[in-house]
């Protein structure tokens, strides 16, 4: 790996960048040059070796500039150049590039310059009589066996770093102990084989624990076939892979790619650009640390102070999900390792969230526990109160019965009684020489005929006496439950002399409710009104029944001639328990209230100017007017 000045074979120390080590003293801390005070910000030259695509060295200059602006708060004048020496190794390159600078730069000397890699420093060290002949060169990012072989001037301060593969190694050692099996991966290039014999010496004493092979003199190929057919008990150290047997080039990092991704035993390599391209880790310089160490030797020269030696702390870096790959304990890595992409339990990594979530879940489930608790509660007390409606519905409903039972006996006697004439006409008429038949049959028709309207009128008021235990949903006529009721109370409205009328419309109004509940407001309604009135005493008796469709709901007035409600009573008047009469029980307007609300309906009561009161019903239509055409 020698390199003298202006040799062409430089496209790989940039490398070596992760791996620093400081230069013996005698190479750089010699003479000091105090620059002249600046009245302006100091300027610093950045030469990368190579095009900005070598993470190594670009990684290394950005941690410089962030170390620099950070320490002068931006007052600093900060140029770089991509010298691309590794495609443009030839000397007439090298010479005009030098040319150039030298005029570029002849209006703004640099103060410093920072030379990145073996290839920027030996560039400087020829050429910094034209581009920067008062700066002071700071020199970095590569070994001091390469340093020892490049002709540098006594006045370059380095940070120097030296590949240091043995570290790696033991590093490897720790995390497999049980390896039997040692192979190094170099490539072909000049730089590759120099890696390679200085991994040979370095490693002397550690191979010889091991069945060791030098993988070396090898195509891209072989490399990625033979690491895919190691021992599983195999320590794999990657040096460098700048090119190939069949003369390709890489960037190591993507040679190494290929070769770990394939591999069956871990791959352990010395350069942080290795890390997150398959390699397990190994001891290295970061580029932060580096970065740090030359910026901090920057500002000392800037400062005008005495450049001493810096040591740059070398790290042992690792990939956490390699660890996993291939189980390697975390436990076995030596101390202060950094461990790159690990990934944090649960609770490490998300303490404030799991706590969160686990509050809000908590709090979630206590939530619907209570809401569940509540529905249940609701639904219950639903039930009850559904229950406590249907039994004093039903108790009402025996009342209206009762109430009307004397009613209904004489309505009952008529059929009844004209069922018993007829039998006996026919009798008479059966007993005579020459019976009629024709006039025998038609009074049989009449005695059916009566027998029906005994059965309608019984069976209507077994509606009225059938307890229900739950409501019974039934779509039906609004119309046929009013005429229904006027057939129960018609007997007993002409017993006390009560002109009865009603008034339809031509058109259905169907409502959905239980229609036993309904009929049982409107007897309630109706009989109330007849009180009224008999009470009242007024000569002018009249019932009416109206039904009809106001505001898209199905109505049902019951009007009468009495004395109307007391008008402070108006407000209240379904509120139970008031009554004014001697039998009654000042339940029945609240029983009728509970009724049309469980049905989503409205009950109302007024006045009217003329004279007795008007109670309203209005029921939700099952079904819109048009529909039911
Ligand atoms: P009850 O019929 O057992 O008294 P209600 O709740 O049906 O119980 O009626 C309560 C009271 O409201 C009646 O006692 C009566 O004073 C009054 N009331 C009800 N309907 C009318 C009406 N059409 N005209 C005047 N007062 C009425």
């Given at each position: ?169 033991e590093m490897a050692r720790g995390l497999q102990p049980g390896a039997r099996h040692l192979y190094i991966i170099g490539g072909s290039s000049e730089f590759d084989r ?180 509540e529905r249940r509660r609701r639904l219950e007390a639903e039930s009850r109160s559904r229950l406590h409606l249907l039994e004093a519905v039903h108790l009402n409903q025996s009342a209206t019965a009762g109430a009307l039972s004397s009613s209904v006996a004489h309505e009952l006697n008529q059929p009844l009684s004209a069922i018993r004439n ?208």
């Amino acid at each position: 790996m020698a390199l003298g000045k202006g040799e062409g074979r430089v496209q790989c120390a940039g490398v070596l960048l992760a791996a620093l080590l400081l230069a013996p003293s005698a190479l750089f801390g010699a003479t000091q040059v105090t620059p002249p005070r600046l009245d302006r910000p100091p300027r610093v030259l950045i030469l990368y070796p190579y095009d900005e695509r070598i993470a190594a060295t670009t990684s290394a200059g950005e941690a410089l500039r962030r170390r620099l602006l950070e320490a002068t708060g931006g007052k600093i004048d900060l140029f770089s150049e991509f010298l691309d020496l590794s495609r443009f190794p030839e000397a007439g390159h090298v010479t005009r590039l030098g040319r150039y600078m030298a005029e570029k730069y002849a209006v703004r000397r640099p103060d410093v310059v920072v030379a990145l890699g073996k290839e920027s420093a030996s560039f400087i060290s020829t050429n910094r009589e034209i581009i920067a002949p008062d700066a002071k060169i700071v020199a970095a990012g590569f070994g001091n066996s390469t340093s020892e072989n490049i002709d540098l001037p006594d006045d370059v301060i380095g940070a120097f770093t030296t590949f240091d593969i043995l570290k790696t190694a033991e590093m490897a050692r720790g995390l497999q102990p049980g390896a039997r099996h040692l192979y190094i991966i170099g490539g072909s290039s000049e730089f590759d084989r120099g890696w390679l014999a200085t991994a040979r010496s370095d490693l002397y004493e550690f191979s010889k624990s091991y069945e060791t092979t030098y993988l070396e003199n090898l195509t891209i190929e072989q490399f990625i076939e033979k690491a895919a057919h190691v021992p599983a008990d195999s320590i794999i150290l990657a040096l460098t892979v700048f090119k190939d047997q069949a003369g390709r080039n890489f960037i190591p990092r993507e040679a190494i790619e290929k070769i770990a991704a394939t591999a069956s035993a871990p791959v352990y390599g010395p350069y942080q650009t290795y890390i997150d391209h398959g390699v397990v880790g190994g001891n290295t310089v970061t580029f932060d640390t580096l970065g740090e160490t030359v910026g901090n030797l920057v500002l000392d020269a800037i400062a005008g102070k005495q450049v001493n030696d810096l040591q740059a702390p070398q790290t042992y870096i690792v990939d956490a999900r390699q660890l996993r790959r291939w189980g390697l304990a975390e436990k076995n890595l030596p101390a202060g390792t950094i461990l790159l992409y690990r990934e944090k339990g649960l609770w490490e990594g998300h303490w404030l969230a799991v706590t969160g979530a686990f509050g809000v879940v908590l709090m979630q489930a206590g939530i619907i526990a209570a809401l569940l608790l509540e529905r249940r509660r609701r639904l219950e007390a639903e039930s009850r109160s559904r229950l406590h409606l249907l039994e004093a519905v039903h108790l009402n409903q025996s009342a209206t019965a009762g109430a009307l039972s004397s009613s209904v006996a004489h309505e009952l006697n008529q059929p009844l009684s004209a069922i018993r004439n007829n039998a006996e006409a026919a009798s008479v008429l059966l007993h005579s020489d020459s019976p009629d038949l024709k006039l025998i049959q038609q009074i049989l028709l009449d005695i059916q005929a009566d027998d029906q309207r005994a059965g309608d009128i019984i069976g209507r008021m077994r509606g009225l006496l059938k307890k229900r235990s739950e409501i019974d949903w039934q779509e039906f006529d609004l119309n046929d439950v009013t005429s229904n009721a006027v057939s129960i109370i018609h007997g007993e409205a002409e017993r006390r002399g009560i002109t009865l009328k009603t008034k339809r419309p031509t058109t259905e109004l169907p409502v959905r409710a239980d229609k036993v509940h309904v009929q049982q407001v409107v007897l309630n309604l109706a009989t109330n009104a007849m009180d009224a009135m008999t009470e009242a005493g007024s000569d002018s008796r009249i019932l009416t029944l109206a039904t009809g469709v106001v505001k898209e709901k199905a109505e049902l007035c019951v009007v009468d001639t009495g004395n109307g409600i007391p008008q402070e009573r108006l407000a209240n008047i379904f509120e139970p328990f008031y009554t004014t009469k001697q039998a009654g029980t000042g339940l029945g307007l609240s029983i009728a209230r509970a009724i049309v609300e469980t049905y989503g309906g409205t009950i109302s009561a007024y006045n009217r100017p003329e004279g007795g009161a008007i109670f309203r019903v209005a029921l939700p239509l099952a079904r819109t007017q048009e529909e039911g055409r």
